[in-house]
């Protein structure tokens, strides 16, 4: 701990950040520091701990002061640790929370976890020695030269000068952020367009289009987006913009819903939707409350809530029968299933299948087997 100097936290020029990590205690050697737990924070020169009750109490020590650490794994009430082993001291250093100790390292105890992460990068900055790197003209004292010829801004000047090019840097990554993100909007308005025209030439000229290619063109329109979609912006709020979106939402979904065996997910629904809208996310409860007025619409879609509570989109014309006698007949065949068997020879997700083998057990035409290896269900032979 003798290799601490008093500091006041602010990095010095060309110095970065990597990592810091609160709820961490110094060790002196195998024995706690008279300092309470705080925060650590590795930089590409310097380990700075400052006290997380007392701003004001803050220490630091050249990482060109380290010789070698290593990890030590938490126990039955101890917190995982990084021994680092430190050079010995220097007889000009400057003032700091210990004018000597017996030891000739430190341990940092990590409270709150993180130890791994911060290890990883104390490794990498460790191999790299990126401190070396610093003009001359402005080093940070390293314990390993004299205090000649150390220059570093000090005072409220240098406070000012800091604070100054900080806010400039963060101005110029907000304009260049904002360029960004406008040509990201102007670039998705062309791809748009361009959806449209294309959607347009698969519908003049479907028979000159085989089938693969036709399937190949809606997946790019999918992943294009919407070209205009319902906003409450646009559509207001209430019963009109839940009418509008219900109404956008019946076109969107049909064509995969038929892909899908004419029901989907409600979930599904939800990150199928989000896709294709962009940046118009769609809110959980917005889609539900869309979802609920299909059928007073007269929309060819239905919203419908099994008995286990999972909610699923279908089209109108999806027969309960049928679905029943295939969950039947695919059972029937392997002599048993289960959801997840089912759902792979279905191309269903798992949690559909389950539902379609719930509601043909539920119509007396399966019985279940669980077991501590799963749900597997079998013909109802009685």
């Known amino acids: 701990m003798d290799r601490f100097v008093w500091s006041n936290g602010l990095l010095e020029m060309n110095e970065t950040m990597v990592i810091q990590q609160r709820g961490v205690r110094l060790y002196d050697g195998d024995e706690k520091a008279k300092l309470d737990v705080g925060t650590v924070l590795l930089s590409t020169h310097r380990l700075i701990w400052r006290d997380q009750k007392n701003n004001e109490c803050c220490i630091a020590i050249p990482l060109s002061q380290i ?66 790197q610093m003009p001359v003209s402005q080093p940070i004292h390293t314990g390993t030269a004299g205090l000649a010829g150390r220059t570093r801004a000090v005072g409220i000047v240098g406070i ?27 670039k998705a308005k062309e791809m748009v367009e361009l959806s449209r025209s294309i959607a347009n030439k698969i519908k003049d000229k479907q028979g000159d289009i085989t089938e693969d ?22 559509h207001g709020s209430g019963t009109h913009y839940h009418m509008q979106l219900a109404k956008q939402l019946g076109d969107m979904l049909l064509a995969p819903l038929k892909e899908r065996g004419g029901m989907m997910a409600l979930t599904e629904v939800y990150c199928l939707v989000n896709r294709a809208r962009g940046m118009e996310l769609l809110s959980p409860e917005d889609l539900v409350n869309a979802c609920k007025i299909f059928e007073s619409l007269k929309l060819p879609l239905r919203l419908r809530i099994f008995d286990s509570g999972v909610m699923v989109v279908q089209l109108q014309s999806h027969s309960e029968e049928e ?15 289960t959801s997840e068997e089912f759902a792979k020879l279905l191309g269903l997700s798992v949690l559909l299948a389950k539902e379609r083998l719930l509601l043909a057990e539920k119509m007396g035409h399966l019985c279940r087997d669980d077991s501590v290896e799963g749900l597997r269900f079998y013909p109802n032979l009685f």
Do not use: C
């Open 67 to 132: 010789v070698f650490f290593e990890e030590q794994a938490a126990g039955v009430g101890k917190s995982a640790k990084i021994v680092i082993h430190l050079h010995p001291a220097l007889s000009n250093k400057e003032p700091g929370p210990y004018q000597q100790s017996k030891y000739s390292y430190i341990k940092l105890s990590f409270k709150e976890h993180g130890q791994i992460e911060f290890y990883r990068r104390l490794l990498e900055e460790m191999t790299q020695k990126r401190w070396e």
């Open 323 to 337: 679905m029943i006698a295939s969950a039947l007949d695919n059972v029937s065949d392997k002599g048993s299933l």
């Open 160 to 186: 000012e000068r800091k604070l100054e090019e900080k806010r400039k840097e963060m101005d110029k990554n907000i304009s260049e952020a904002f360029e960004d993100l406008s040509k990201l909007m102007e």
């Open 213 to 234: 290619e036709t399937i190949r063109f809606k997946s790019y329109l999918l992943s294009m987006g919407i070209a205009n979609p319902v906003t409450r912006e646009t």
